[in-house]
């Protein structure tokens, strides 16, 4: 697998929340590949099973959202664009923008700004609220409304690609790359034998509140689950001694009450076995800002575990991510997966 290159390809398809269609169907032929079965749900989530064929077998189940944060129109002003978020969009980085309208066919945007020229000095010290933003099309008001009606969904623009030494940024990587480490893991079982059925979930609707991800675990009953999501990493402008990640660093390995403990101390204990390079971050609180906090509450209770890959500039267009660090996720989730059973 070439991962940079799968990447690209994923990250590139635009999936925001409610409105992950395409995505979806690109995902489950990439599942397709590995498992016994796959489907997509009524809300969105493809889900594969791999079956070991025992009666009784455990069941682990490997999450990871692949919905993106976006926007969506919600009316029209003399053709230039009104929207709303889909998900938390950092309104300091909107302005001057380029986006992509997800009308029929797509068309580009730009998110309006005033020149610095003709800013008032307070004006240059706040940040624009994203009520108050617009998106120019170049269009005519006539010309918007019949292209672009409101409920017309979009996506950051960006290229997407190879960025330093052997890292990746682009749109989406949040959690495609959560994603693509679990693809990574279920080919790298390929031709193992396992005393568990392996399940797979790509989540929809994260990004506004964990919605897909609730009624997935709900339907597949897993005895225990492993969510992988991105994890703030290290840069200049955060402290360093923050709950934050280095990249390169490896895959984190989270502590705290919305993770199984048993969970937690078995994967530590197969980085060191296997020279995983891992880390440590902690999650004090109920909820983790993840899958994990509500797929450990489905049903009775799910047993638990949060792994991370470390990610710069998150809910921007450029987030960043170490090639490195989605192999180091992948090679835990297949050692987890040989000794689940056991």
């Avoid at 455990?58 to 990871?64: E, G, P, R």
């Avoid at 330093?164 to 682009?170: D, L, T």
Wanted: aromatic share 6%; charged share 25%.
């Amino acid at each position: 697998m070439d991962t940079a290159e799968l990447l690209k390809e994923l990250c590139s398809i635009p999936g925001p929340p409610g409105f992950e269609g395409k995505v979806t169907g690109y995902v489950k032929s990439l599942l397709d590949a590995y498992m016994d079965e796959t489907w997509i749900d009524v809300i969105g989530n493809v889900i594969g099973v791999r079956r070991c064929g025992k009666d009784g077998a455990v069941k682990l189940l490997f999450d990871a959202h692949i919905d993106e944060i976006g926007f969506i129109v919600t009316g029209v002003e003399e053709g230039f664009l009104r929207f709303a978020a889909l998900g938390s969009l950092d309104a300091r980085v909107m302005p001057a923008s380029c986006v992509t309208v997800l009308s029929d066919p797509p068309c580009c945007g730009v998110v309006c700004v005033m020149p610095p020229h003709v800013l008032k000095k307070e004006d240059t010290e706040s940040n624009i609220k994203i009520e108050d933003m617009y998106i120019d099309v170049g269009k005519t008001q006539e010309e918007a409304l019949k292209a672009i009606p409101p409920g017309t969904p979009g996506v950051m623009d960006c290229s997407v690609g190879p960025f330093g030494n052997n890292w990746f940024c682009g749109k989406a990587l949040d959690d495609r790359a959560g994603f693509v480490s679990i693809l990574r893991a279920i080919e790298m079982l390929k031709d193992s034998k396992l005393d568990i059925d392996l399940y797979v979930m790509a989540s929809v609707q994260e990004e506004v509140g964990t919605r897909g991800a609730a009624p997935g675990a709900f339907a597949i009953a897993p005895d225990q689950c492993i969510v992988v999501d991105v994890d703030f990493a290290v840069s200049p402008d955060t402290k360093p001694h923050e709950n934050k990640a280095a990249m390169g660093g490896g895959v984190i390995v989270s502590r705290g009450p919305n993770i199984k403990n048993e969970l937690a101390e078995t994967a530590l204990s197969l980085s060191e076995k296997y020279d995983i390079k891992h880390q440590i971050t902690i999650e004090p609180g109920g909820h983790s800002g993840t899958n994990a906090s509500v797929i450990q509450i489905s049903r009775e209770g799910v047993a638990t575990a949060l792994f991370g890959i470390p990610l710069r500039y998150m809910h921007t267009a450029q987030e960043v991510v170490s090639l490195d660090d989605i192999e180091s996720t992948a090679l835990l989730l297949s050692e987890y997966a040989k000794g689940a059973g056991k």
